[in-house]
């Protein structure tokens, strides 16, 4: 039967929850302990490789200048362990700071961390190291830390090395911001399609053919985009259409300014090593949502910060409140839509074993608009490259898409 949306008025996330299952909400809804110690740090020509005798909760680094170091951050560690020195570090120094390790690697040579990546289920983090100019050094010391995330609720897989969250401080967001363009009949739902990297960013680089993330992700998005409109049930904007950089809060800034029903960001997975294939889907983990329901809170202006809610002249806890069950709901819906594509996805394009996985990411911080990070597979794969940037491709995904959206809003319809 084919039928169409006509007067469809989104279901946005009012708080319908009882005082009780808040207090449960807050009971239940800390963060994880995390203990762990550096048990050895490897060294070598392009990579650092520092192992812990259990699973971290987070990294950082950043340069320093003046002797030349890379410094390393750990959360809630401590250091320790065996040193192995190679490539362009002469001297390896471990400290405990606030709370968690610091590891500093005195440089002969400049030499940039380029990403990082966490395998063997967070015990296990590899920072990629790339030699350069003084300038490109200083560039690079400028731009600030560099964040990694392990997986989060994931089973632990030894050897594994994919890559789960790398985040790289740059310029705020622009005030000024156009918004894009939006396609399609008015009253239908609004789907943003977010493609990933741009600009002076190319995300991840296939090692055999020198394609470049960013490249493959604007045509996936616009695959994605002219299939949906093709339907004619839903309404589509691109965050963008070109060349061009956003910074991360752009990406779902722009969804939320436009009051999207449904965010996706279009990525490809990449491995230093190894023949991982398969796409993933990726929602916002419990952790995640702690810390930024506590900071949304934290802001002096509340106003309109969920679903058109003033919470102006609430008190902080019960904001704070308000935040983390709107949030959590935006959870669960993200993550229903998260098993549709799967679902949709299986008979259409290879996907990785536990295709949905929870993790820390930016783009997914978005309070009150279901948002999904969809890894089409692996760039770094030739197979999997090769299939991502062909139009047999690009359209098995765009259908696997356009079908779990179909899905996700006629049930929407259904419950209202």
Known sequence: MVFRWTGYRPARHYVRVSFILAMLVLWFGGSPAWAATIQRVDVRNDAIVVTFDEKVADASSFLLVAPKRVALDVADATPGGEVAIGGPVDAVREGARDGGARVVFDLTRPAVVTEGAFGDGGRVLTLQLRTTDDAGFARAAAAGRMSFLPPFNLPDTAGSSARYSVSVPVPAASKTLALPRIDGDAGRPLVVIDAGHGGFDPGAISPTSGLREKDVTLRIAKAIRDELLKSGRVRVALTRED???????????????????????????????????????????EVASDKEAARLAARENKADVIAGVDLGSENADVS??????????????????????????????????????????MVLKAPDMPSVLFETGYISNPKDAAFLDSPEGRKRIAQS????????????????
């Open 243 to 285: 060349d061009r950089f956003l910074v991360l809060q752009e990406r779902y800034g722009v969804a939320r300014k436009l009051k999207a029903d449904l965010f996706i960001s279009i990525h490809c997975d990449s491995v230093g090593a190894g023949d991982a294939s398969g796409a993933s889907v990726y929602t916002l983990s």
């Open 320 to 361: 704070s409140i308000l935040i983390d069950l709107t949030q959590r709901e935006t959870m669960n819906a993200s993550a229903a839509f998260a098993r549709l594509l799967g679902r949709e996805a299986e008979p259409n394009i290879p996907l990785r074993p536990g295709f949905h996985k929870f993790a820390s990411l």
């Open 401 to 416: 898409v356009e079908r779990a959206v179909e899905v996700n809003f006629a049930r929407k319809l259904a419950s209202n």
